[in-house]
């Protein structure tokens, strides 16, 4: 096919913030997670665990709890003090209580998801009410010394259990007082150390299960304040435990990034008598393990080195699926990083702030495989920091590489870059439309002379950039019929003709843009149930390529209005089964304009060009063939072609695209170069040094 | 002398018994285990005694309705439009004679021999018998002439008669009462002018009654003469006790009783059994788990009996009775073997129960009727798609060639199930017992079944004997590299045949070359490979006569490495056998008797592969499914091991045994050298891996 000249990018300095909290929904089809920056995700289980929504955090809103209550709504407390319940369809923290007992350390719903109790700082276990609309406070319960910081409710709702340093209480929820108070460290001699309750879970059989900071799994009688069991699974301390539905099962994570699970077993083959045993542990992870959750096929753990790991329960799976394989998640399903091809710069989003480096550049060509001497060093152009408190929700540079948009909560910001020279200076450019809801994804028209923002309702609002450095609002496109998610995915066509969106009710819409004289709804794309990972418009043929979450491809004609009989062909034939199982999606799709035949996507692991003139591999075939096939004669390699080219030199991936027909960018993120700028974790002596 | 007798109805040889059921004649071949012919009565018509084969004739006579006669060839479809003779009275049976005809007996004991009711069907059946009922009846040849014998009843009382329709005598006899027990099955044969009615009596005893048939004489034929009979032996095994159903005289020995066993506290087992009698000795025993109808036949040293859904054919050999034999201590003792059996709903379709109820046993009838009416309809109009495969298996085993492969196409065309699976394996199969000893041979069906389907050897056993007799080399390749399990004997048996097969014939040979084709040039080396062809056209004598002078010349065209000793067809087949799995002990001992002159072309063919091998760096070779060095290695050893003498003594063998050793010594010195800057290189790249800190480098990637 043809050599490609790559821009191996590896100074994008991102750092995944660690998982905070995790909270199965309790119907088990969507998992919610906090980061320690204060992003909230939600991680759809039916979809491949897409990443299906992604709401930015604030500097002033930590999230230490999670919880999700009254059917879909999400809720969220922090050391802030406020209970946040999260939008999730306009994708933006929506309306903050003060839980008013100072920072909150842990928030739990009732089993029917009317009621949440929160643990705070001063002792104080509080009572709301989930009302439509919000929260509303009900009542206090005994107040004792010591911040509360984990809570269970027994699942008949009638107590709950509260852990503080060194003990945990029982609390009648009706009377509102203390009705068993016991000290988890009563047993220890000369106790020195507190004892902190970081986890705990009140079984509806009365048992107390604890994890705490000694490193021990305890059961607990509540009602004799009995020890019945204790498991000491680690040297260090257990921070988290989550118990299945069936209450057979226990998960517990560690501060030394290992997970164990506890399963209640008969004590002889088939007896009635059972009893908790430690039957499994997993290191997944590096950090502190500070988040678990038991789905009912799956452990989940979430670490500090901002891994979320599902580690599926073989014995409760049924068939082999997707479901069936551990997975493990460290970066995020969409796109940090935009790129301006004609310019060669690459722009970087961080939490906080953007970054734009100018490429290298060589003037020698070489082999397959050759490093090439560069000529020129890549640039780091500017840093340019978001004022306030928001985190950032989206970015853009502008093909030309003139313009460079973002977007926190609140606010949309645009620049203009002049570079002259050597110097690189921003301009922001005045008066930017207000807008209400944030822009969830900015995309700039290939000729730069509009700018796309994505907007909650399925409307697309679009500018016009002016020169020197001007921006007008144009129109807002519109969803025919109503649509309450926020668009999450916009590609404009080459041509400026077409424009398709993406929501969160997984519709992608195709509207006219600008330069079309009807600016009205052109189609759908007819609704699958998978969320779209990625998609693009094909410069020449018009023809819109979606990747799916679940790694499904499609091909619709946009002018037809119908899939394209390419796509038809890859449906009815099914995609090759090693492509099928990938781990990651795809989350950008580009195309080469010299061969049309040629789609280029990636995902965390592999960059594919996929020639749609090869025949489809079947399963029989080998589907990353490329290193047989550069072993091969020219003339043999002729059979063994086929349409997916995979190169998997690249990992893990955060970005590729082509800056020109045989050139192209990548930009990977070494798992070794982020874990070095994490704290150190809990050191252990490992065997042999 | 035993054809014919008994209710089955005779057939045309034991071979080919008709199964009769209530309405529908079904004719099999035991042998061969399938149906032959089927003919079904219209719907409300019954069949009322067995049929029977008249086979001077070759026709099927049988009666519905008590009174309508229908008498068929086998080439006739239907029944309906067979011949049909209504008679005045009520058949109770029809038996056939070797050279004796047919005799047809009625209710009232009237005997006619079917010419003569053919004459005149209407005419008047005399009644024999009053108020009595038949419960069994025989017909024998004796003199020429044939002898009915039946039995009646009536009021508990049993009346046995011996009628001669040729010379119109009928004598009967009363048999003598026997206190609380009742016959329940009579069997008899005739020696010396006696019969010989042997009688089961429901208290498990078996009862023998003699009656001359000399006895002519008038004056006592009007007496009702008391029959005395003897007890001739008595069911009880140690404890259990032999309920007996039907009885079978095999020999003036020997009987077979089938019935169940009931031992106390433990479940009624039912079993076969012969008995000698003469000692009184149980001789053998057969358990039939399944349950059986409680019928039993016997036709030429078969049994016929009904094992839960399936005609059961039981062979068996009475030998002369002895004391040795009767105790057990004969050498050769007569167990019955299953030798084959006939079972119409293979695979076990709940559906499908077919019940082989007694003819006498009415009460029964009603419902087996209903069974086998939706038994035919099934048969008859069932559309292909609701067969289960089972079934269509059973179905299209005999069908033309031609609808053989679209039929079993559109099976496996069927959504998938679990045991589909096995039903390839099955169609495999019966593809295979067809193409045995025949010239029909689907070739391509074959091949597309084994390349489509996850097969293994044990599935369809016979695949690839059938190959290998079929000099099929692509099957033979796709199953080597397909089958997990496949015996070393067959995988010797492969690579026998594809280093034995010549080069001019494989040339034109459709054989998968995606093995070799990246490593042998195809066009370069058609040279070499016709120069082999000529070399591998000489016998092994003449080998052996020439070797003299044959080796230098061998040596020079072996002494470039870098031609393939073998055509691609060849070392595409070989790299088959590579691939397959074995296990050493089991393959060597056949390994060994490969011939030399093959042996050496198959090491000069690992050869010149182990060379290619070393040749890149990381020894693989290029290719899907080509060879790894592992493999190589491994049947190099093993083929130097099998053959270690051989080689030795061989003289062509000598030059190729030294250029491999000095190649492996040189092998052996390089890479101790390797290990040495091993363990330099990797300190360096350690180190180098430190420094590779470099976040940005612009790199060439070749995509193709």
Redesign the interface.
């Known amino acids: 096919m043809g050599e490609f000249e790559v821009h191996r990018v590896r100074f994008f300095g991102l750092v995944p913030a660690g998982v905070r909290c995790l909270a199965c929904h309790p119907r088990g089809s969507r998992l919610a997670l906090a980061r320690t920056d204060g992003a909230v995700e939600v991680y759809n289980f039916a979809a491949n665990y897409f990443q299906e929504k992604v709401i930015p955090g604030h500097e002033l809103r930590t999230v230490e709890s999670l919880c999700w209550a009254a059917g879909d709504r999400l809720f969220g407390a922090g050391l802030s003090g406020d209970i946040t319940e999260y939008d999730l369809s306009g994708l933006s923290a929506a309306r903050g209580v003060d839980g008013g007992g100072g920072p909150i350390w842990s928030m739990v719903a009732n089993s029917t998801g009317t009621q949440l109790a929160i643990g705070c700082e001063d002792g104080s276990v509080k009572i709301f009410q989930v009302v439509p609309g919000g929260i509303q406070f009900e009542r206090n319960l005994d107040r004792r010394k010591g911040r509360v910081l984990c809570l269970s409710w027994h699942p008949s709702d009638t107590h709950i259990v509260a852990g503080s340093i060194d003990f945990f209480r029982v609390i009648d929820v009706t009377s509102g007082q203390t009705v068993q108070r016991i000290m988890v460290n009563h047993h220890v001699e000369k106790a020195k150390r507190e004892c902190v309750v970081w986890a705990i879970s009140l079984l509806s059989s009365g048992t107390v299960v604890s994890a705490d900071s000694f490193g021990r799994v305890q059961f607990w009688d509540w009602e004799q304040g009995t020890l019945a069991e204790s498991h000491t699974v680690s040297t260090s301390a257990a921070l988290s435990l989550a118990v299945s539905e069936k209450e057979d099962s226990i998960i517990v994570g560690t501060s030394t990034g290992a997970t164990y699970q506890l399963q209640l077993l008969p004590v002889t083959l088939g007896g009635q008598e059972k009893r908790w045993v430690r039957t499994k542990p997993f290191q997944f992870h590096s950090h502190d393990v500070r988040a678990v959750a038991h789905s009912p096929t799956a452990l989940i753990s979430g670490g500090l080195d901002a891994q979320l790991v599902i580690r599926p329960l073989m014995e409760k799976i049924q068939k082999k699926s997707y479901d069936a394989a551990l997975r493990k998640f460290t970066f995020p399903h969409r796109r940090l990083v935009s790129c301006a091809r004609k310019a060669r710069l690459l722009l970087f989003q961080f939490s906080q702030y953007l970054e734009l480096w100018r490429l290298g550049s060589t003037e020698e060509t070489g082999k397959d495989g050759e490093v090439l001497p560069l000529c020129q060093m890549p640039e780091h152009l500017v840093q340019l920091k978001s004022k306030g408190p928001e985190h950032i929700y989206c970015s853009c540079v502008s093909p030309c590489g003139t313009w460079v948009g973002y977007s926190t909560a609140s606010r949309f910001h645009l620049y203009r870059v002049h570079c002259d020279g050597d110097g690189v200076s921003l301009r922001k450019v005045p008066k930017v439309p207000k807008l209400l809801p944030p822009a969830y994804q900015l995309q700039f028209s290939a000729d730069s002379d509009s700018l796309f923002v994505a907007s909650a309702r399925g409307s697309v609002h679009v500018f016009q950039l002016l020169e020197p450095g001007g921006c007008k609002h144009l129109h807002t496109l519109r969803p025919p019929s109503g649509c309450s998610e926020a668009v999450y995915l916009l590609a404009p066509s080459a041509d400026g003709h077409w424009l398709a969106a993406v929501s969160g009710d997984w519709v992608s819409a195709v509207v006219p843009s600008v330069h079309c004289p009807l600016l009205q709804h052109h189609c759908t794309v007819p609704t699958y149930n998978c969320a779209v990972s990625a998609l693009a418009i094909h410069p020449s043929t018009n023809n819109l390529v979606i990747a799916y979450s679940d790694q499904q491809l499609l091909e619709f004609s946009i002018p037809e209005k119908q899939y394209t009989s390419w796509s038809r062909a890859v449906q009815s034939r099914g995609l090759h089964r090693a492509w099928l199982e990938r781990d990651s999606p795809i989350t950008h799709i580009t195309f080469n304009p010299k061969n049309p035949s040629h789609i280029l996507l990636h995902d965390t692991y592999l960059l594919c060009v996929l020639d749609k003139s090869l025949p489809l591999p079947d399963d029989s075939t080998l589907l990353m063939n490329q290193s047989t096939l550069k072993q091969l004669p020219e003339t043999a390699r002729k059979r063994q072609l086929h349409a997916f080219k995979i190169c998997k030199k690249f990992q893990p991936l955060l970005f590729m695209d082509l800056l020109d027909e045989n050139c192209l960018v990548v930009v990977e993120r070494p798992i070794m170069d982020f874990k070095t700028q994490l704290p150190l974790p809990v050191q252990q002596k490992k065997f042999g040094t | 002398m035993r054809r014919g007798q008994r209710n089955q109805g005779s057939a045309r040889g034991p071979d080919h018994p008709t199964v009769p059921r209530c309405d529908t004649v079904l004719r099999t071949a035991i042998s061969d285990q399938k149906p032959l012919g089927c003919w079904s009565l219209k719907h409300g018509q019954i069949l009322t005694c067995p049929v029977v084969c008249n086979f001077e004739t070759h026709e099927y006579i049988a009666v519905h309705d008590d009174k309508v006669l229908r008498i068929w060839k086998s080439e006739d479809i239907s029944l309906d439009k067979a011949f049909k003779a209504t008679l005045s009275a009520d058949v109770y049976r029809i038996h056939s004679l070797p050279h004796g005809g047919l005799l047809v007996l009625f209710r009232g004991g009237g005997v006619r021999t079917l010419d003569e009711l053919l004459e005149a069907p209407q005419q008047e059946i005399e009644n024999v018998i009053s108020g009595e009922a038949i419960r069994w009846s025989g017909a024998f040849m004796e003199d020429q002439q044939p002898v009915l014998i039946f039995t009646t009843e009536k009021d508990e009382d049993f009346f046995v008669y011996v009628q001669k329709p040729k010379l119109n005598s009928l004598h009967k006899y009363k048999l003598e009462q026997q206190e609380s027990a009742k016959p329940l099955c009579f069997t008899a044969h005739i020696t010396n002018q006696t019969v010989t009615l042997l009688c089961l009596y429901s208290n498990d005893s078996v009862y023998q009654i003699l009656i001359p048939l000399q006895q002519d004489t008038e004056e006592e034929e009007e007496e009702k003469e008391i029959l005395s009979k003897s007890l001739l032996l008595n069911f009880s095994i140690s404890q259990a006790v032999l309920k007996g159903t039907s009885l079978v005289a095999l020999d003036k020995d020997h009987i077979a009783v089938l019935g169940s066993l009931n031992a106390p506290k433990k479940q009624p087992k039912e079993c076969l059994t012969i008995w000698n009698t003469k000692f009184q000795t149980l001789q053998t025993s057969k358990e039939l788990p399944l349950g059986t109808s409680g019928q039993l036949w016997c036709y030429e040293e078969k049994f016929f009996l009904i094992h839960g859904k399936v005609l059961t054919v039981i062979m068996y050999k009475c030998e002369t009775s002895s004391l040795a034999a009767a105790v057990g201590k004969l050498k050769c003792s007569q167990t019955p073997d299953v030798s084959s059996f006939m079972n119409w709903n293979t695979l076990e379709d709940e559906e499908l129960v077919v019940s082989f109820q007694s003819q006498e046993s009415v009460g029964l009838k009603a419902e087996s009727r209903m069974n086998l009416r939706s038994k035919k309809s099934i048969d008859a109009e069932l559309p292909f798609d609701s067969l289960s495969p089972g079934q269509v298996l059973a179905r299209f085993k005999d069908a033309p060639n031609y609808l053989l492969e679209t039929k079993f196409r559109r099976l496996m065309a069927r959504a998938p199930t679990p045991d589909l699976q096995a039903t390839v394996g099955g169609v495999v199969n019966v593809l295979t017992d067809r193409c045995k000893n025949s010239k029909y041979y689907p070739q391509d069906f074959l091949q597309e079944i084994v390349e489509t389907w996850d097969l293994s050897y044990s599935l369809c056993p016979d695949l690839m004997a059938v190959g290998l007799e079929k000099k099929d080399m692509h099957l033979l390749q796709t199953c080597l590299e397909r089958f997990p399990d496949i015996p070393e004997e067959i995988t010797y048996a492969c690579l026998k045949a594809f280093l034995s097969i010549s080069e001019a014939h494989l040339e034109n040979t459709d054989v998968n070359l995606?093995s070799v084709?990246?490593y042998i040039d195809v066009e370069s080396d058609k040279k070499e490979v016709k120069t082999e062809i000529v070399e591998n056209g000489f016998s092994a004598q003449m080998d052996q006569d020439m070797c003299g002078t044959k080796i230098p010349k061998e040596s020079q065209s072996w002494s470039d490495d870098e031609s393939c000793p073998v055509g691609p067809q060849k070392a595409a087949l070989l790299n088959a056998v590579l691939h397959s799995a074995y296990t050493e002990t089991f393959l060597l001992p056949h390994l060994k008797n490969l011939p030399a002159q093959e042996a050496v072309l198959f090491l000069r063919y690992l050869y010149y592969l182990y060379v290619k091998c070393s040749g890149?760096v990381n020894t693989?070779l290029?290719?899907?499914r080509s060879p790894t060095i592992n493999q190589i290695m491994d049947w190099m050893c093993l083929l130097l091991d099998a053959h270690f003498t051989v080689m030795v003594m061989l003289p062509e063998a000598k030059e190729l045994l030294s250029n491999l050793h000095r190649f492996v010594r040189a092998q052996v010195r390089f890479y101790s050298e390797l290990n040495k800057i091993e363990g330099s290189l990797r300190e360096l790249q350690r180190l180098n891996h430190l420094r590779e800190s470099?976040?940005?480098?612009?790199?060439?990637?070749?995509?193709?």
Do not use: A, F, N, R
Request: proline share 5%; glycine share 6%; with cysteine.
């Open positions: 995606d084709i990246c890149k693989t290029p290719g899907i470099h976040t940005y480098s612009i790199e060439v990637l070749e995509i193709i």
